[in-house]
T-cell receptor
Framework: ETGVTQSPTHLIKTRGQQVTLRCSSQ?????VSWYQQALGQGPQFIFQ???????GRGNFPPRFSGLQFPNYSSELNVNALELDDSALYLC??????????????FGNGTRLTVT | AQSVTQLDSHVSVSEGTPVLLRCNYS??????LFWYVQHPNKGLQLLLK??????LVKGINGFEAEFKKSETSFHLTKPSAHMSDAAEYFC?????????????FGQGTTLQVKP
C-alpha cells in the first residue's frame, strides 16, 4: 500500500512568485486535505477536496487555490507569495469526507521558504 | 467553536520514566479527539483517537489517553519513555460543525527524552 507522497520536499521562492505543490493520495482514498504548518505552530486547515470539488475551506485568502484530479491526486497553488507563506505544507488523504472512521493519512510535507 | 490547548510547550523526561502530556479541549459538540506525533522532517502519525466508545483509549507504541469530560481534558500518557519517543506531539479536535472533518490542532508539545 503506497502512502501519501508530496513533491517537492523543499522549495525556495521569491516574494511575489507563484508556487505549485503536489500530492498523491494513498491508494483507495478519494479525499485530500491541505494544511499549513508555520514554524513552531500546529497545522492549520487550508481546504479539502472531495471527488474533484472543493469541500470546505479554512481562513486562507483566495490566492491559495487547489485542484483535485480524477486519480484523486491534488495540487496546492499559491499566488503572489508573501514572506509569511513560508511553512511546511502538509497533504492528508482519507477514504471519506472526514468521519471518525476515515482517519487522515499525512504525507511528509513540502517545506516552502519565501525570501 | 472548538479548540484544544496544550498546557506545556516543552516536556523533558528521563528514559524509562513516565510521560504526561496535557491537553484541555473546548467543544460545543461531543468531541472527537486525537493525538498525533511528528518526528523531525516527517509527517504526522496518528497515535490514538477518542470516539466516545471508551474513556480510556489505547494507542500505538504504548501510549494511552483518558477522556475526562468533567475536566475537559484528554491527557496523553506512557508508563516508560523511550529515546525514540522524542518528537512533537499534537492534541487535536475534529471540527464537527463542518462536513469536512477538518482537524483543529493545538500548538504542540515538544517531548525531550534524556538518556
Amino acid at each position: 500500500e503506497t502512502g501519501v507522497t508530496q513533491s517537492p520536499t523543499h522549495l525556495i521562492k521569491t516574494r511575489g512568485q507563484q508556487v505549485t505543490l503536489r500530492c498523491s493520495s494513498q491508494s483507495g482514498h478519494n479525499t485530500v486535505s491541505w494544511y499549513q504548518q508555520a514554524l513552531g505552530q500546529g497545522p492549520q486547515f487550508i481546504f479539502q477536496y472531495y471527488r474533484e470539488e472543493e469541500n470546505g475551506r479554512g481562513n486562507f485568502p483566495p490566492r491559495f487555490s487547489g485542484l483535485q484530479f480524477p486519480n484523486y491526486s491534488s495540487e496546492l497553488n499559491v499566488n503572489a507569495l508573501e514572506l509569511d507563506d513560508s511553512a511546511l505544507y502538509l497533504c492528508a488523504s482519507s477514504p471519506g469526507q472526514g468521519s471518525l472512521n476515515s482517519p487522515l493519512h499525512f504525507g511528509n510535507g513540502t517545506r516552502l521558504t519565501v525570501t | 467553536a472548538q479548540s484544544v490547548t496544550q498546557l506545556d510547550s516543552h516536556v523533558s523526561v528521563s528514559e524509562g520514566t513516565p510521560v504526561l502530556l496535557r491537553c484541555n479541549y473546548s467543544s460545543s459538540y461531543s468531541p472527537s479527539l486525537f493525538w498525533y506525533v511528528q518526528h523531525p522532517n516527517k509527517g504526522l502519525q496518528l497515535l490514538l483517537k477518542y470516539t466516545s466508545a471508551a474513556t480510556l483509549v489505547k494507542g500505538i507504541n504504548g501510549f494511552e489517553a483518558e477522556f475526562k469530560k468533567s475536566e475537559t481534558s484528554f491527557h496523553l500518557t506512557k508508563p516508560s519513555a523511550h529515546m525514540s519517543d522524542a518528537a512533537e506531539y499534537f492534541c487535536v479536535v475534529s471540527d464537527r460543525s463542518s462536513n469536512t472533518g477538518k482537524l483543529i490542532f493545538g500548538q504542540g508539545t515538544t517531548l525531550q527524552v534524556k538518556p
